[in-house]
């Protein structure tokens, strides 16, 4: 029983390892080093940086787009084994889906109306 | 899934329409109507109570247990719990009234999240399956976490949503862990084949681990030491609408599924968690108790009285008899309207934004509202558990279970702490009934008039005429009593 998670034990060592070495012990010995102010910035979309992320407070309407993509992001993932099924589930599963996508229409609608979606 | 299965669901699909439509109300203009907003939930709830009894009447001829798959059963345990939760919604929806009207936030989002946790805890108590239950218990707490910061201007409500939150999920995911390692050597999730397995399995480490696992993560739910820390912070800063609906109705739910898994699944399994079971119940007990003398905040104090209470209910469940079962229905019902009651009464003594929060605004009651003064004595005797009040009967019928059980310690140990918590319930009659001092400021409106009323009467008819509660508790428990092999009356 144990042994055969061994195996397990291995291939993770081997995957942990892989990005050490090549991160922390390979690419220092191959790169020139030669750091600025600039270089060493976090990436924002390729501008520069206004401030720190903790300096200021984000909108909250950054973490509503993001619920709101999660909501439809699962919904598409109980979509494709539905479509697979669609003959054999028959009218009742496009029952029970139409009921599935309604409930989450509802939610949209609600966020669609108390201007979520509005960018201002 | 079939027709028969709809009939099954059809309270809760009722529910989970009716609590979309309340959230859609505000959006499509209706955002002022704040009266129409409480009375459309009070008719949502009568139609729901109505859908219950109805299907009750229609599943006597189904076999109970093989609805969805048998993930669902809506037996006579969980018909008795849904009309408590309908019936504790409606009488928290009729608190929050004047509560949410002075307030600045939208009241139609507020009955629809207490529309959804409805639907959760319905969902719950009929699950026959941990992951069925499991998604009733998530539905609920999502929507307490919200509603617990349904305040968010104000420090404490947000204070008070974030601790419960972060610790709810964590509790959750605990939960999830323990089902995973029970599905893990069982093989399955439904209640009664995991039952009939154990009967098989002698001992096993990893089951060990799931069951006290599972038994964490229901603790937590229903604040049993030592998972009951986030109670007295989320009581105090949550609004007190709210808190009475954390005290109550999701406490009771949470009492209900402990029951439900315990008798059903892990029967055969006792003499493993009895013991640990026994142990959380007196640290409950002790802790809640000691606790509660100390606080003169009412919420903090009715919070650590209601981790107490936790501790009295898991007697009838470590007991595992024909008489813990009916106890953990009677006590919850006992429980939830005495608290009600309560709760109705700390609202009446509202100055300014906060309800009647601290036991010094108690001062003078008697003066200003006798007969309301007098209810909250009543309230609170039956939180104690003295004779003519129905607290007595539910108590009676847990203590009694754990001397039949042979846990004649722990029962000693619970009449000791009830008379531990006699003291600081009389503190407040005390400041109610003799204490000079200013007179207590109460704004009494008709639908708190109504809560208190209604409370005031179960608990006084029930503890004076107990029988159709106990025949009743005997009735909804048959068919656990005897898939769990404890009726009749045969003490394990």
């Known amino acids: 029983m144990a042994a055969n998670y061994s195996v397990l034990l291995v291939a993770a060592l081997i995957v942990l390892s892989l990005p050490v070495l090549t991160l922390f012990v390979l690419a220092p010995l191959v790169r020139a080093s030669r750091p600025n102010k600039v270089k060493l910035e976090p990436y924002e979309c390729g501008v520069p940086a206004s401030s720190f992320a903790f300096d200021h407070r984000f909108s909250v309407r950054y973490f509503l787009i993001a619920v709101l993509f999660i909501i439809f992001d699962v919904e598409t993932v109980f979509l494709f084994p539905w479509a697979i099924r669609f003959k054999q589930l028959g009218w009742f599963g496009a029952v029970e889906m139409a009921v599935f996508l309604a409930i989450l229409l509802v939610g949209y609608f609600y966020a669609w109306k108390r201007k979520v979606l509005t960018w201002v | ?492």
Request: charged share 10%; hydrophobic share 55%; proline share 3%.
């Open chain 2, 1 to 492: 899934m079939t027709w028969n299965d709809v009939v099954f669901l059809l309270p809760e699909i009722i529910i989970s329409i009716g609590a979309s439509l309340l959230l859609l109300a505000p959006v499509v203009g209706w955002r002022q109507r704040e009266t129409s907003a409480k009375w459309s939930m009070l008719i949502l709830l009568g139609i729901t109570a109505l859908t219950v009894i109805g299907c009750s009447y229609w599943v006597q001829e189904i076999p109970q247990s093989r609805s969805l798959a048998g993930m669902f059963a809506l037996d006579g345990f969980a018909i008795f719990f849904k009309l408590i939760f309908i019936t504790a919604i409606a009488m928290i929806t009729l608190l929050s009234d004047d509560f949410l009207r002075e307030s600045r936030y939208s009241v139609w989002e507020y009955y629809s999240l207490l529309g959804f946790a409805l639907c959760g805890m319905m969902f719950m108590v009929s699950g026959m399956s941990l992951i069925s239950i499991y998604i009733g218990l998530e539905l609920m707490s999502l929507s307490s976490y919200i509603l617990a910061g349904f305040f968010k201007n104000e420090e404490k409500s947000t204070e008070a949503a974030m601790k419960y939150f972060v610790l709810g999920a964590v509790s959750s995911g605990i939960l999830l862990y323990g089902i995973s390692l029970i599905y893990g050597v069982c093989g399955s999730l439904n209640l009664l084949d995991i039952g009939r397995a154990l009967s098989t399995i002698i001992t096993n480490d990893a089951l060990m681990f799931g069951v006290m696992l599972l038994g964490a993560g229901l603790c937590f739910k229903m604040a049993a030491v030592p998972f009951h820390v986030w109670t007295p912070d989320v009581y105090e800063g949550a609004p007190t609408p709210i808190t009475a609906f954390l005290s109550t109705a999701s406490k009771a739910a949470a009492f209900s599924i402990f029951a439900r898994i315990f008798y059903l699944a892990l029967h055969d399994f006792q003499l493993d968690w009895s013991n640990v079971l026994a142990t959380i119940s007196a640290l409950s007990m002790v802790l809640g108790n000691l606790a509660a003398i100390t606080q003169d905040n009412v919420k903090r104090m009715l919070a650590y009285s209601s981790i107490a209470h936790a501790g009295y209910a898991l007697l009838g469940i470590i007991s595992l008899n024909s008489l813990g079962l009916r106890g953990v229905l009677i006590y919850s019902l006992v429980y939830v309207f005495a608290n009600l009651g309560i709760w109705a009464t700390v609202l009446m003594l509202r100055r300014h934004e906060y309800g009647g929060e601290r036991v010094d605004d108690f001062e003078g009651l008697s003066r200003r509202a006798p007969f309301w003064a007098f209810a909250m004595v009543i309230f609170l005797l039956s939180l104690g558990g003295i004779p003519p009040t129905a607290g007595f009967i539910g108590k009676y019928f847990l203590f009694a279970a754990a001397i039949q059980a042979g846990f004649g310690w722990l029962a000693i140990l619970a009449v000791l702490m009830s008379a531990v918590s006699m003291f600081y319930y009389l503190r407040l009659v005390v400041a109610m009934y003799l204490r000079e001092g200013r007179e207590a400021d109460v704004a009494i409106t008709r639908p708190l008039q109504i809560v208190a009323a209604t409370c005031l009467i179960i608990t006084l008819l029930l503890g004076i005429y107990p029988t159709p509660l106990i025949n009743q508790a005997t009735e909804s428990s048959r068919w656990i009593g005897a898939r769990a092999a404890i009726i009749p009356h045969a003490g394990r």
